[in-house]
């Protein structure tokens, strides 16, 4: 079975993430029927709804495989996994006490993960994004802030020589790329909007020290010997909620588990073996 070393790796995470699944389900729900039986195996009906979480389980595997190739991949795999597991039943492997521990545990897994996904969707609703959101911008302080490109290279001859081909009238941006090792040399130079924290201080002071469309001397930091060429200025505004909706709802997710499993906790008998009793007070 070529998909073997596939099955036994499946066979110990029986259960996808409950978000996978719902992801796989919608997409087939849309597409076909997800009772079809695609393939029997020894009598085993295998559907078009085992396949879409064995395609969710496997992502990263099927990476690696040809895209024309998923549909024969996945259908052989379900065939190992169900030929192997139908022997391991035959030869008793379901009544091992080690194996029904592992069930339960991975039965407990999926329903954990279905509940905190019910828990996350019920708490991030279009009302509670914008008011998480409206929020956290209340406090919003503007600062200034500059866009900026630079040169980055790694001795002061150097940045000198670049430094007097601007001023004889080369493009900055071509310059950079030319010559720049820094990262950001692939787009002239250009490092984007930054306030004056965001920068080791040599850079960040002469960059807000600048005019727009002024070009520095050569200064020394840690990294090199820099060039920069000023931008803009302007004063920063907060970021609009479609900038940082998926942070805000990945918030509210978090914070309805958190406070979902802490009221658990707070209204369950938890007794653990290796706590210490506490101790009596003597009578006052």
Request: contains cysteine.
């Amino acid at each position: 079975m070529r998909h073997l070393a596939a099955a036994l790796l499946f066979c110990t995470a029986l259960v996808p993430a409950a978000s996978g699944i719902v992801k796989a389900q919608e997409t087939t729900a849309a597409a076909v029927d997800p009772n079809e039986v695609v393939i029997t195996v020894n009598g085993v009906e295998i559907t078009n709804a085992d396949v879409q979480m064995a395609v969710a389980e496997m992502t990263d595997v099927l990476r690696q495989v040809p895209p024309q190739q998923h549909g024969e991949y996945i259908l052989s795999f379900l065939t190992d996994v169900t030929l192997v597991s139908q022997e391991a039943e035959k030869e008793g492997f379901a009544a091992n006490e080690d194996f029904k521990r592992q069930l339960t545990f991975l039965r407990n897994k999926a329903l954990v993960q279905a509940k905190l996904q019910a828990v996350g969707e019920a708490a991030a609703t279009e009302e509670a994004i914008k008011a998480r959101y409206e929020e956290a911008i209340k406090d919003f302080q503007p600062q200034e802030e500059v866009r900026a490109r630079h040169i980055l290279v790694k001795t002061e001859e150097e940045a000198k020589s670049i430094k007097a081909e601007i001023d004889g009238g080369k493009s900055f941006e071509d310059l950079a790329k030319e010559h720049s090792t820094d990262g950001s040399s692939q787009n002239g130079g250009d490092l984007g909007y930054f306030t004056k924290d965001m920068m080791v201080a040599p850079f960040g002071e002469t960059a807000f020290a600048l005019e727009v469309g002024e070009v520095s001397d050569p200064i020394k930091t840690q990294f090199g010997w820099h060039i920069i060429k000023l931008e803009d200025k302007r004063m920063s505004s907060p970021p609009k909620l479609e900038e940082v909706r998926a942070e805000v709802v990945r918030n509210l997710i978090q914070t309805a588990r958190r406070d979902y499993i802490k009221s658990l906790r707070e209204g369950a008998d938890i007794v653990r073996k290796d706590e210490k009793p506490a101790e009596e007070k003597p009578a006052e």
